[in-house]
């Protein structure tokens, strides 16, 4: 049914089927659920209602997961790179970080970037903010992505970079 009500206290099993199953590239759905009768109201007193949205992956018989992390740049605006999703299923970065280094091999930055999953097919393309100086004395950048489905898909991105990287247009 697209609508089940319980009641409170009680525990209802929802089971899922889908038709027809997914063949060469995983599907992904969400099961949305919402509490939408809201007690009565009682003056003086704040109603919270419950909202949850659950994603659900429906995998295909051969699970192939291909991550390809590039077009790591650094400029006068910050420094940016992209990763995409190139296989069938989704993946999960686990951490997405990026280091710039100056001439004598010493960190100058870090900047430890947020990401969410990334579905079959997905590009996304991040943008960490630099000062100027942390950009002037980088000569060297890194960006580096490790995943919850398994270190096999952890990827990596080198770039030199030169001193008139960060010039201002």
């Given at each position: 049914?697209?609508?089940?009500?319980?009641?409170?206290?009680?525990?209802?099993?929802?089971?899922?089927g889908?038709?027809?199953?997914?063949?060469?590239?995983?599907?992904?759905?969400?099961?949305?659920?919402?509490?939408?009768?809201?007690?009565?109201?009682?003056?003086?007193?704040?109603?919270?209602?419950?909202?949850?949205?659950?994603?659900?992956?429906?995998?295909?018989?051969?699970?192939?997961?291909?991550?390809?992390?590039?077009g790591?740049?650094?400029?006068?605006?910050?420094?940016?790179?992209?990763?995409a999703?190139?296989?069938?299923?989704?993946?999960?970065?686990?951490r997405?970080?990026?280091?710039?280094?100056?001439?004598?091999?010493?960190?100058?930055?870090?900047?430890?970037?947020?990401?969410?999953y990334?579905?079959?097919?997905?590009?996304?393309?991040?943008?960490?903010?630099?000062?100027?100086?942390?950009?002037?004395?980088?000569?060297?950048?890194?960006a580096?992505?490790t995943?919850?489905?398994?270190?096999?898909?952890n990827?990596r991105?080198?770039?030199?970079?030169?001193?008139?990287?960060?010039?201002?247009?």
């Amino acid at each position: 049914p697209q609508r089940l009500e319980v009641a409170g206290g009680e525990t209802r099993r929802v089971r899922v089927g889908i038709r027809p199953a997914a063949e060469r590239i995983e599907r992904s759905y969400r099961v949305s659920l919402e509490q939408i009768s809201a007690p009565e109201p009682v003056p003086g007193v704040v109603a919270m209602r419950m909202r949850y949205s659950l994603p659900l992956f429906a995998q295909p018989k051969v699970r192939k997961a291909t991550v390809r992390l590039d077009g790591l740049a650094i400029d006068a605006t910050g420094v940016r790179m992209t990763l995409a999703n190139i296989g069938v299923v989704h993946v999960t970065p686990r951490r997405l970080f990026a280091t710039g280094t100056d001439a004598s091999g010493r960190t100058v930055w870090t900047r430890e970037i947020s990401t969410w999953y990334l579905l079959p097919g997905d590009t996304r393309v991040y943008h960490q903010t630099l000062t100027l100086d942390e950009c002037r004395r980088t000569r060297s950048a890194a960006a580096e992505a490790t995943f919850l489905e398994g270190t096999g898909l952890n990827v990596r991105s080198t770039l030199p970079v030169g001193p008139g990287a960060c010039a201002r247009p």
